[in-house]
């Protein structure tokens, strides 16, 4: 998420002068079907690759780097997956495509819309997490297409943060989330040491509900899963805060 997160806290700060603070939650580590997809993409000429997440794009950058940067055309969920993308289609070559974006920044909605012209099947290559359900690719075959599925990454809490950094966490009015697994290794993290009772600011709709699902309360989140929105769901989520009588404009991610 690292590219993701540096966005919003640019756009955070410059924008309306909130005070970020970094605490990583989860980290990944190498799926089991990783070492397939260099040579898949070298072998297989796929007519979508499908991209869900920020770390599902740098996994699979680095993979297409070692097959040889062959073309391809790319979907993706959203515009914070598509900045993983920015530096590698501005190339003169151009053989990697950005070329979709569902009109909702949702699994379900990519695998409603991505184009499909005729009755030839069309082959989508899947780099997904370990923990992803099966509605992107169960959409898409129902829809006629053959997907191909590697799990190329998984996502794990972290184990151990510093005191000192957890307890300016804890402190801050709203946590801001891009995902289930952080929500609940913030959860996991947080109610070993304290009744928490802030805010919570997601990316979009799955993240809150799984923050619902923990039972926390003061939830909020943007109709539309993207940047923006997810900055001013962190706005509404502070406007509430100060309006109980607090003054800190801090919040931390």
Not at 165 to 179: D, E, F
Not at 202 to 227: F, H
Request: aromatic share 8%.
């Amino acid at each position: 998420m690292g590219n993701v997160m540096a966005t919003i806290f640019v756009m955070a700060k410059a924008k309306h002068n909130i005070v970020c603070l970094e605490l990583p939650l989860v980290k990944h580590t190498q799926g089991p079907d990783l070492h397939k997809l260099s040579s898949l993409l070298q072998d297989v000429m796929f007519d979508w690759i499908v991209i869900t997440s920020p770390e599902a794009g740098s996994v699979f950058l680095e993979a297409w780097r070692a097959a040889g940067s062959p073309r391809a055309q790319i979907g993706v969920v959203g515009t914070g997956t598509a900045s993983v993308f920015h530096e590698v289609s501005q190339l003169p070559d151009r053989t990697l495509d950005v070329a979709f974006f569902p009109s909702k920044a949702t699994g379900k909605a990519l695998a409603s819309e991505l184009p499909k012209n005729g009755d030839r099947t069309y082959k989508v290559l899947y780099p997904a997490s370990v923990k992803a359900d099966n509605e992107i690719e169960e959409g898409l075959s129902n829809r006629g297409f053959e997907v191909t599925r590697l799990n190329t990454y998984n996502t794990v809490p972290v184990q151990e943060v510093e005191q000192v950094i957890l307890k300016q966490a804890i402190s801050a009015p709203v946590v801001a989330v891009a995902s289930p697994s952080a929500i609940r290794a913030w959860y996991n993290l947080v109610y070993k040491q304290v009744n928490w009772d802030k805010s919570v600011a997601c990316i979009g709709q799955t993240t809150a509900l799984a923050s619902k699902k923990l039972g926390l309360k003061n939830v909020y989140y943007p109709d539309n899963p993207c940047l923006d929105g997810w900055v001013e769901a962190i706005l509404e989520a502070l406007r509430v805060y100060h309006e109980q009588g607090n003054v800190s404009p801090s919040t931390t991610m």
